[in-house]
């Protein structure tokens, strides 16, 4: 910048070419930073919402994993030849039992002891992280008594009601954390297993 004295005193005359690039080039910085502010504030909500919804589909996976261990325990447990008068208890009232787990004190404990606890940080049924589900045992029935190896009259297939098998269903309604994400998909989601097998007795 050159000055040049009037009066005795030094005024500014002439801005430098590079003092105004300077200049211009702090206005477009700032336009640029202004800009970008704007275009995060409208970016930031999508960003959240998918990142919320990707920890509520994480801890769904999570707890469709826990529920498939828990059914295949209580499969295992229900075919067990000690449960067959459980089953014919079962069957003198439709063959069917459910329970909210962890099912302490019902016809079918063990069984519900058995999924509770699969997932169960302690092995204890009632430190379950699947506390409030719906356990189902249905076993198949011929006369008012469980179908057996022995009176399956050579049917195997556990679809088939003639057979000597077993049905487990799990079914959990996980809560949504997230009130934005509750919006979309309501306040929880059901999560549930099916596992049959045939019984040991």
Not at 40 to 63: E, S
Not at 186 to 192: L, M, R
Request: proline share 4%; charged share 15%.
């Amino acid at each position: 910048m050159s000055l040049s004295a009037r009066g005795g005193r030094a005024w500014p005359c002439d801005i430098s070419r590079a003092t105004l690039t300077s200049m211009q080039a702090r206005r477009a910085t700032s336009g640029t930073r202004a800009q970008s502010m704007v275009e995060f504030a409208f970016a930031l909500p999508v960003l959240l919402l998918l990142l919320l919804g990707m920890l509520d589909l994480g801890r769904a996976f999570y707890i469709r994993e826990q529920v498939s261990d828990a059914v295949r325990a209580a499969v295992r447990e229900a075919m067990r030849a000690d449960q067959h008068a459980t089953a014919d208890t079962a069957c003198a009232t439709g063959g069917r039992i459910s329970v909210v787990l962890p099912g302490n004190g019902s016809a079918i404990a063990d069984i519900a002891a058995a999924s509770a606890a699969s997932d169960s940080p302690t092995g204890a049924p009632d430190s379950t992280g699947l506390a409030g589900a719906m356990l189902t045992v249905t076993w198949h029935c011929r006369g008012g008594v469980a179908v057996t190896n022995t009176t399956n009259q050579g049917v195997t297939d556990p679809a088939d009601p003639r057979s000597d098998s077993v049905q487990v269903r799990l079914d959990y309604q996980l809560a949504l954390l997230y009130p934005v994400i509750q919006r979309i998909a309501g306040p929880s989601i059901a999560i549930d297993a099916v596992q049959s097998g045939r019984v040991e007795y």
